[in-house]
């Protein structure tokens, strides 16, 4: 995504003011994590929760009132859409990942048992969709232009993902085969299998990894499978009871990260930067 890009039915990615020769697009950066984005009901209380428990500051996007960008000192790191109530969506977080091409990652991934519920859709500068894997994870592709200076913005994003699912090793063959993971083209991420875990490496960097349990475990049918959105912050604690006085809730705790809900319901994960 780019500077006012949109994704996830409308939220928009954001950039700093972009030179040309910044610019990065998903055909030579692909298979990563690239956005996460928010649906809520309530755009202002969406907006007073996340700066009570994140300090985001926020500013406007081009697809009008309904949609913001959350800044994290400066950096933007994630779009809110306030239309779960009006377009009949769940409220919650989504990553999107990006892609070479839209129309044949969604082709991929009805062939191998997932479903699309929006897009491919043009939005200038690139594509987006909005996907479930096969186990009902959901999930978004953009395909098209990142945000300016790419690698900086990738380094500064406090946010990482983590997909609980019932069969680590089937779920991370479904991915890789939609998102090219391990294909040996020039971009592409890698998997690595680190105790229990699936991590998936862009660039080096583990950006995203896949947990089912113990390895020889039996797939545990009560998952509920999802992509837990992570971001990272000074003070656990603080953002914890921040979201309990801002009509949150804290699902668990300890000293070094807590499972919150925000008001309207949506989950996520706040995460010590020391641990991160």
Request: net charge negative.
């Amino acid at each position: 995504m780019n500077q006012d890009t949109p994704v996830s039915g409308g939220t928009n990615g954001a950039g700093h003011g972009p030179r040309r020769g910044d610019v990065v697009s998903t055909h030579s950066v692909f298979g990563a994590p690239c956005w996460v984005s928010l649906t809520s009901r309530d755009l202002q209380a969406t907006q007073d929760f996340y700066t009570a428990v994140l300090g985001w500051r926020w500013r406007g996007a081009k697809l009008g009132e309904h949609f913001r960008i959350a800044l994290a000192d400066g950096v933007p790191v994630a779009g809110i859409a306030a239309v779960a109530a009006m377009w009949q969506m769940a409220v919650a977080w989504t990553p999107y990942f990006a892609v070479q091409d839209a129309d044949v990652a969604v082709a991929r991934a009805r062939e191998r048992g997932g479903t699309a519920a929006v897009g491919p859709l043009s939005f200038p500068p690139g594509r987006a969709a909005l996907l479930a894997d096969r186990d009902g994870a959901t999930f978004g592709i953009w395909q098209g232009e990142l945000v300016s200076n790419w690698e900086a913005w990738r380094r500064a994003a406090p946010t990482f993902i983590r997909l609980h699912t019932r069969d680590a090793f089937d779920s991370a063959i479904f991915y890789g085969e939609i998102l090219d993971w391990a294909s040996g083209k020039p971009g592409c991420c890698e998997v690595e299998y680190d105790g229990d875990e699936v991590v998936l490496r862009s660039q080096g960097d583990a950006v995203a990894r896949i947990d089912s349990g113990a390895v020889e475990a039996a797939p545990d049918p009560s998952v509920r499978p999802h992509w837990q959105i992570h971001f990272a912050v000074a003070d656990v604690t603080g953002c914890a009871r921040a979201a309990e006085k801002h009509g949150g809730s804290v699902l668990r705790e300890d000293e070094t990260e807590a499972i919150l809900r925000d008001a309207d319901g949506a989950q996520f994960t706040v995460t010590s930067r020391r641990t991160h």
